[in-house]
């Protein structure tokens, strides 16, 4: 998905070559078919370690899009070839063992250069900096984060849409969270991470947009030097009633990622839906207005409704909750259970890709919000918001989703600026510091990727 922006972008500035490699040769090619004479494409197994860095030894800089897991053997590769690197991801404890060699071979292995992580991260420092430059202190620290369908698209209980495999987004939607709240450090476990107590609202007044926090955001306090801070949170955004729909597909179970489906017993949607009710009583007569409004009138459909019903602990949207099971088709009798789906999140994954996937004519959605409150050197108090609203063109015209966009560009623009021999840091390194992110910001807004700095 991000793949073609970047390469887009590259080829824009740049009469460079560029070979394309992945483990599924044919994506790799239809890229670079667009680019005749200028990319080719080549077969990549990364855990052949021979040829991925024979492959690396004949470019100048390698550019890493693969799965985060991956990312080490990448690391290998680059240092072993002495070449640079690029990746839009954080920067995990086993790519930090790098630093040392890659700053004494002179090497840049540059990370986090994206979306979020990326420009999130470049925005914010560029104004921590310009506080503490005048004296002042940023005393309390929030960014929240969020890629979306345009609010005319986002048709489903969710309001949300995927470009691709759907788990990564029902898991990290039950991972634990640590953030600093007016001085007190607050740990929420997975089960509650979606709860009331940690939905925020009202980042962009215009849309019903709510959130939840990120995993550890003390970890980015300390490495942003955030040393004045007494609340500090990074969070995720989405529309308004995604946490209350997918905290009750949690608390059912059909995001259940560990234990295995008995498909020897279980061979519909249906029956796996039933299994998550075993061992409970029917109590239809609890919940008789909510199945009405639903429009359940089966009777033994409205027997199952309410024996899970009595696993959620939300009373207040029951209605939306049921429609939401109807709507991924967990009653449904005749839906078959697929071989491959050997976990119930693989079945709500496989239906939400069908369900939910952008279509013809859709639009893509990013909102990125900074909330910083500044105490300046004379003790005045302030706040100041900084944010970004970009649309992606249509599915189907032939543009970029502008969350392809924000994160090729973002990591392109790195790219050229090492290659041009403008960046001097060495090491395993985020984009952090004034001489990535006074060139690269500037070189977004000339494609109107900007955030609008508002007290």
Known sequence: MMTPSLIQYLMRKKNYVITIASNILEDAKAIADEYPGRAHSCYLDVSNEE????????????ISFIPPFLHPKIFKACADAKRNLVTASYISEEMMTYDEQAKKDGLIFLNECGLDPGIDIMSTMKIKDEVEAKGGKITKYESWCGGLPCAEDSDNPL???????????FKTSRNQATFLKDGEVINIQPDDLLSE???????????????????????????????????????????????????????????????????????????????FA???????????????????????????????????????????????????????????????????????????????????GERDFVVMKHIFEIETAEGEKKTLHSTMLATGDKVGSGGLTVMAKTVGFAAGAAVNLILEGKIKAKGVLSPKTPEFYNQILPILEEDNITLVEEE
Do not use: C
């Open 51 to 62: 040829a991925t860095k024979e492959l690396i030894e004949q470019n100048d800089i390698v």
């Open 159 to 169: 309001g949300y849409k995927f470009s691709w495999d759907p788990k990564a987004v």
């Open 197 to 275: 107590g940690t939905r925020v609202k009202d980042y962009v007044k215009a849309l019903n947009l709510e959130g939840y926090p990120n995993r550890d955001s003390l970890a980015f306090k300390e490495a942003f030097g955030f040393k004045d801070a007494k609340t500090f949170v990074r969070g995720t955004i989405r529309y308004g009633g995604f946490r209350i729909i997918m905290r009750a597909l949690h608390q059912i179970g059909i995001t259940e990622a560990v234990q295995e489906i008995d498909q020897s017993k279980i061979k519909t949607l249906r029956a796996l839906t039933e299994s």
């Open 278 to 360: 075993e061992g409970i009583d029917a109590k239809v007569e609890d919940y008789t207005e909510q199945l009405n409004s639903a429009s359940i009138t089966d009777e033994e459909d409205q027997k199952l409704i309410s024996k899970l019903l009595q696993k959620i602990d939300n009373k207040d949207n029951i209605v939306d909750i049921i429609n939401s099971w109807k709507f991924f088709e967990l009653l449904n009798p005749d839906r078959n259970i697929e071989e491959s789906w050997k976990t119930p999140l693989d079945a709500l994954s496989a239906i939400s890709l069908e369900k939910m996937s952008y279509g013809e």
